[in-house]
């Protein structure tokens, strides 16, 4: 079929008074359809006259588009089993003609933005592989209204606590910050209004006046002035999400983050450059970052169970068993939780990012094993007595404490009672002896005092009978060698 633009040639030649033959040969076309323009006389494309065959159907197609909720691929399969030879792309075109099932089209706006003017944030879920299973996840992504640099992360789930996380991170990213933040009427950051009365709830309008920039809000139902921010979640689930497979959050967020570098640098036809190119034009325009920027962080109270753990979000994070049953501070951040005593830390773990019921434990908060709370402990006053009493049998005491078979307060005061009634030297002489041999007993101990007694202190001196006592020594009869003493029946010395 001929397109009008050479029909209306052909008419333009004819008045010329060419021949049907000349205006054939001008224009590459057969002398029949020069003769069929000229019969018609009018430039205009003729519609063909072939009947349609879905039109005879049009009530069926009505009424089953009603019943498949709008689905032109259910109506086609309704219409193929009651046996009505239409093919797929016929029963599209058909519909479309007529009007069927067809929202208008609206024209799309352009919305030109000054370097450092905009940056737009928006969250999206998004199914992420992640750790061997598919997950729903929170997809926050930021975009700069010029240049369309890219940054995104992914979280479990967005509260306003995640939002000044991902936002410090992006800001960090650029180096900079745009004058205001487009976001879509987000709870997370509306606290009323839409629009422009929308009004930010005072958290994060304090997070915006630290970094120097205003939350905006755009109409409601007004997704193209956001297009920026919701082109580049179409991008990402086409162009980073199929394929690939993350072990944890921070390997999600660490390739998010490399292949923003890697995007950002690829050169974009509509741009005639690459956003990293624009975004060197945009950087001196964007907001300066403070000095110091402060952790984002949420505060807890929780009491020290009778296990040592604190509970955040079902994970258990263990504390220094001196603080049990004590009331402390947590500290949640984006990678860390950490345990405060007021003013003072006292410990860090790592966080676990979602509700595992986890067991997060240090070694060093517990005491070695057997040790328990004695360690701790004050001494026992026996004990300072003995220590003072008695210093080198310290370390008999500590043996005596684990080992021994009476009660610890029972043992100390019986030994600080043998202390105070028998003397120094056969005392300790016993308690070397026992030592050496592992003796614990106190009983045996005090029956070693007692026979080292007997050996020293309860010796008789030597004497001879009185009846064979010669003062002189008698002529001619050599004296008698004196007998040995006699030793007492229990074998303890001489008598």
């Known amino acids: 079929m001929l397109a009008q633009g050479i029909r209306q040639a052909i008419l333009d030649l004819h008045q010329r008074q060419l021949s049907v033959r000349a205006i054939a040969r001008a224009l590459p076309v057969s002398r029949a359809a020069v003769r069929e323009v000229l019969r018609r006389g009018s430039a205009e494309v003729p519609r063909l006259g072939r009947p349609e065959k879905a039109l005879e159907h049009r009530e069926e197609i009505l009424r089953l588009l009603r019943e498949c909720e709008g689905s032109f691929m259910r109506v086609h399969e309704e219409l193929t089993k009651a046996g009505r030879p239409l093919s797929y792309p016929a029963f599209t075109a058909f519909c479309r003609r007529h009007g069927i099932g067809q929202v208008p089209k609206q024209p799309a706006g352009r919305y030109d933005f000054a370097p450092g003017q905009e940056m737009q944030h928006d969250t999206s879920p998004h199914d992420l592989h992640l750790g061997g299973t598919v997950r729903r996840v929170q997809t926050a992504s930021l975009v700069l209204g010029y240049s369309r640099m890219l940054f995104f992360q992914f979280y479990p789930r967005f509260r306003r606590f995640e939002g000044k996380v991902f936002l410090t991170e992006a800001f960090r990213y650029l180096d900079g910050v745009g004058q205001t933040g487009l976001i879509d009427n987000t709870h997370v950051v509306v606290l009323r209004g839409t629009g422009r009365d929308m009004l930010p709830v005072p958290e994060m ?291």
């Open 205 to 495: 309008a304090a997070f915006a006046e630290r970094f120097g920039f205003t939350f905006v809000a755009h109409a409601v139902g007004d997704a193209n002035r956001s297009g920026r921010v919701e082109r580049m979640f179409r991008f990402i689930e086409r162009g980073f999400l199929p394929g690939r497979r993350f072990t944890d959050w921070a390997d999600a967020n660490r390739q998010a983050r490399a292949w923003c570098d890697r995007v950002n640098a690829r050169p974009k036809r509509q741009l005639k450059a690459s956003p990293r190119e624009l975004f060197a034009v945009e950087h001196p325009a964007l907001r300066r970052l403070p000095r110091w920027i402060p952790e984002p962080y949420l505060i807890h109270e929780r009491l020290v169970d009778v296990e040592g753990y604190i509970t955040l979000d079902t994970n258990r994070y263990s504390v220094p068993t001196a603080f049990i049953g004590r009331r402390l501070e947590v500290r949640e951040t984006a990678d860390r939780i950490i345990i405060c005593e007021g003013p003072r830390e006292i410990t860090t773990h790592a966080r676990e990012v979602e509700p595992r019921t986890r067991y997060v434990f240090r070694p060093e908060h517990r005491p070695p094993r057997g040790q328990g709370w004695r360690h701790e402990r004050a001494p026992f006053p026996e004990e300072q007595d003995l220590i003072r009493l008695l210093p080198e049998i310290a370390a008999y005491l500590n043996a005596l404490k684990r080992r021994g078979k009476l009660q610890t307060t029972l043992a100390l005061r019986q030994l600080l009672r043998m202390a105070r009634e028998y003397p120094r030297e056969p005392l300790l002489a016993a308690i070397e002896t026992a030592a050496h041999y592992g003796l614990y007993d106190l009983g045996r101990l005090e029956r070693m005092v007692l026979r080292g007694l007997a050996t020293t202190y309860f010796q008789l001196p030597l004497s001879l009978d009185p009846g064979d006592r010669d003062d002189e020594p008698t002529p001619g009869r050599t004296p008698a060698a004196p007998e040995e003493p006699a030793s007492e029946p229990d074998g303890r010395g001489p008598a």
